[in-house]
């Protein structure tokens, strides 16, 4: 049967249906939800794009990748590629040229060094190999390292603050300054990833690595909803991401070396070279992921007593901490954002009001 052909009175109104229902099915094909499990240091980071095209999100996924690989080829602490060269440059005396983003890295962890008196310091990698925290492979078994190999290390003062940056090119006259990026490398290539979306155009993401995340926009008519992790798997609660922040979570529970007597667990005390104590976890959210992520590390070290004052010269205010005894602490503007998950024993806490301790004053 042939179709009648249309008045051309009607002709226009025809086209432009047309074109408005090309439209619509663009727009509705676009508003929904792209995923991948991209591999990130040794784990799985989740990318979601809200709002992409097909190839687009193929493209980013691609890339991405392929970022978090270089980053993990670069930023190794122990197998060998451009930190190990730097580490053994400084080791020998002599001068190396990093690159953009290790430099950046230094940078930023030098602040962060200073900032929270010490607690936070990348340059301890000799002490975190010693205490045999450069694996894969956890628990470690086997007894803690002496006293006397633990203040040996220690007497010699690794600090980020000693690298000298000039340009590209970084040098020290400590030789025992070797950086381990384990305290920032998860958070600031969450920064990366979603500053290259944003470069292709994508404006709603979230790259979420076992909790530890960054996103930015919404995913569609709802802000993104991502959970708050809490010792020993599980979660505590939810939160609501306010467009672009992300959110970190350190544990003194998944990593660690054990004897027959005790849990040593992989995040250290700079000062005394012992594992830091007293807490299991500690949540930041913050705009970057590098600043969540070396806040967090920051935080553990602090501990108890301290981490209030911390958190205040670290610029933070959305901090949630759980001590040993499973009691959740947290900051006013934490408690306001937080949905726990049933009944969770927890207090507000408000910023440190008192200067954070010298380090070695305590
Ligand atoms: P996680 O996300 O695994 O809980 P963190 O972000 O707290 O870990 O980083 C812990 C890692 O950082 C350790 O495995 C080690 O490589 C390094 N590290 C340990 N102690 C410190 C510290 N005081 N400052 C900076 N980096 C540290
Ligand atoms: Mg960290």
Redesign the pocket.
């Known amino acids: 049967m042939r179709t009648p052909a249309l008045p051309p009175s009607r002709l226009p109104t025809r086209i432009a249906s047309a074109i408005l229902l090309l439209c619509c099915l663009t727009a509705c094909q676009e508003e929904r939800e792209h995923s991948a499990d991209l591999f990130i240091f040794g784990t799985i980071a989740q990318v979601k794009l809200w709002g992409a095209g097909d190839e687009q999100a193929n493209r980013a996924f691609a890339e991405v990748q392929q970022m978090f690989q270089g980053m993990h080829r670069d930023w190794h602490?122990w197998q060998p590629g451009l930190l190990t060269d730097i580490n053994e440059a400084f080791a020998s005396g002599r001068s190396i040229r990093g690159d953009p983003q290790i430099v950046e890295m230094i940078r930023r962890s030098q602040d962060y060094e200073r900032r929270s008196g010490g607690?936070?310091?990348?340059a301890?990698g000799e002490l975190?190999g010693l205490w045999g925290?450069h694996t894969s492979e956890y628990p470690i078994i086997g007894p803690p390292p002496s006293g006397a190999e633990i203040d040996a290390l220690l007497a010699h003062r690794p600090s980020s603050l000693d690298i000298r940056i000039d340009g590209l090119q970084l040098s020290t006259a400590n030789p025992h300054v070797q950086l381990?990026f384990?305290?920032?490398a998860?958070g600031y290539a969450v920064d990366l990833a979603i500053a290259r979306l944003r470069q292709l155009g994508i404006d709603n993401a979230i790259a979420n690595a076992g909790g530890?995340l960054r996103a930015m926009g919404r995913h569609g008519d709802r802000p993104w909803r991502v959970a708050v992790r809490k010792p020993g798997g599980g979660v505590i609660g939810a939160i609501e991401v306010r467009g672009d922040e992300s959110l970190?979570?350190?544990?003194n529970y998944?990593?660690f070396r054990q004897d027959a007597r005790e849990r040593y667990p992989?995040?250290?005390?700079?000062r005394t070279g012992w594992p830091?104590q007293g807490l299991v976890s500690a949540t930041v959210i913050a705009p970057e992921g590098l600043a969540a992520?070396a806040a967090?590390?920051?935080l553990?070290?602090a501990g108890p007593g301290d981490w209030p004052a911390v958190a205040r010269d670290l610029g933070l205010d959305q901090v949630l901490v759980i001590d040993e005894a499973g009691k959740v602490h947290q900051t006013p503007a934490m408690a306001e954002r937080v949905r726990f998950t049933g009944n969770v024993d927890h207090v507000v806490v408000p910023l440190g009001a008192k200067p954070v301790p010298e380090p070695g004053a305590e």
Do not use: M, Q, Y
């Open positions: 602490a607690r936070f310091n990348p301890i975190v925290f381990d384990g305290g920032i998860k530890d970190f979570t350190s544990g998944e990593r992989h995040i250290l005390d700079p830091a992520d967090a590390t920051a553990i070290v």
